[in-house]
Nanobody
Framework: QVQLVESGGGLVQPGGSLRLSCAAS????????LNWYRQIPGEPREFVAS???????NYADSVKGRFTASRDNTNRTLSLQMNGLKLEDTAMYFC?????WGQGTEVTVSS
């Protein structure tokens, strides 16, 4: 059974940084791609970034140049380094693999 557990969220001022982590377990083999999504209450979940098993990344236009996704296949950890945070980055951030989701970690950007 796949389990995804996010951590690292918090309150940060505009322009600040946070690093999110996702501990992934229960896989029988290295998952090809792991994703980050985010959601504001009342809105659909929005794709943020993805990382393939080979380290190929893809980003939403809204976070390109500010966020960096990475993964450690040995430790089955997915990370999201978020720099230059903006008010509009406030959301619940989720780790995702196919139909499996973590419980989310909350990021609040506020002055």
């Amino acid at each position: 059974q796949v389990q995804l557990v996010e951590s690292g969220g918090g309150l940060v001022q505009p322009g600040g940084s946070l690093r999110l982590s996702c501990a992934a377990s229960g896989f029988t083999s290295d998952p090809y791609v792991l994703n980050w999504y985010r959601q504001i209450p009342g809105e659909p979940r929005e794709f943020v970034a993805s990382v393939t098993r080979d380290g190929i990344t893809n980003y939403a236009d809204s976070v390109k140049g500010r966020f960096t996704a990475s993964r450690d296949n040995t430790n089955r950890t997915l990370s999201l380094q978020m720099n230059g945070l903006k008010l509009e980055d406030t959301a619940m951030y989720f780790c995702n693999f196919e139909y499996d989701w973590g419980q989310g970690t909350e990021v609040t950007v506020s002055s």
